[in-house]
């Protein structure tokens, strides 16, 4: 499977944004983001997001311009709250 090229943007008005608190067990739509490597089959994670599109939103202009020079992919994954280390898991399947 080919995973689709990310759509970068520069959006600072997100800046120190966070992820919202779940419910135990809650699981939400997510994106993962990998820049690919000129060496066969390496890739660098990045982030991941609680969107289901694959739009990469850079916070600094600094990010901006050092994620634009890769080469930037995204999967889909899905985040799941675990209420006992009150925090969201990423998941590549349900």
């Known amino acids: 499977m080919i995973e689709p090229k990310a759509k970068m943007i520069l959006n600072k008005e997100h800046y120190g944004a966070v992820f919202p608190r779940g419910e135990n067990g809650e699981i939400r739509k997510g994106t993962s983001f990998y820049a690919l490597s000129t060496e066969k089959d ?37 985040f799941r709250w675990e209420e006992d280390r009150k925090v ?7």
């Open 88 to 94: 969201w898991s990423v998941n590549n399947y349900l």
């Open 42 to 78: 390496k890739e660098e994670f990045i982030t991941s997001r609680m969107t289901d599109k694959p739009i990469l939103e850079a916070v600094t202009e600094e990010q901006f311009n050092l994620w634009n020079k890769k080469n930037i992919i995204a999967r889909a994954v899905y």
